[in-house]
């Protein structure tokens, strides 16, 4: 399985941004897919997670509300659609699909200027 992220960019604080992640491949392996960041001098975290069917979502804390993923299996796709981005969400967010094994993507830059 191969992953490809696209979509980052710099934001100002309080403005919006999508961020997609196409899938190629054994795609019929994926159960799982989620985004994750990591920011300088960080560890990575899990922002959010869906699974196969879409049917179940999960987000961290400090995206609650704000976040939403979703994925379009027509065309192995997910995205992450981004409200009310503050300067702290201000990562390389990376893209991963579980099946069997653990696939990542190479990442996008996401800058939320204050």
């Known amino acids: 399985v191969q992953l490809v992220e696209s979509g980052g960019g710099l934001v100002q604080a309080g403005g919006s941004l999508r961020i997609s992640c196409v899938a190629s491949?054994?795609?019929?392996?994926?159960?799982?897919m989620g985004w994750y960041r990591q920011a300088p001098g960080k560890q990575r975290e899990v922002v959010a997670g869906i699974t196969n069917n879409g049917g179940n979502t999960n987000y961290v804390d400090s995206v609650k509300g704000r976040f939403t993923i979703s994925r379009d299996n027509a065309t192995n796709t997910m995205y992450l659609q981004m409200n009310s981005l503050k300067p702290e969400d201000t990562a390389v967010y990376y893209c991963r699909a579980v099946g069997g094994k653990s696939y990542w993507g190479q990442g996008t830059q996401v800058t939320v200027s204050s």
């Open positions: 491949g054994s795609t019929s392996s994926i159960v799982a």
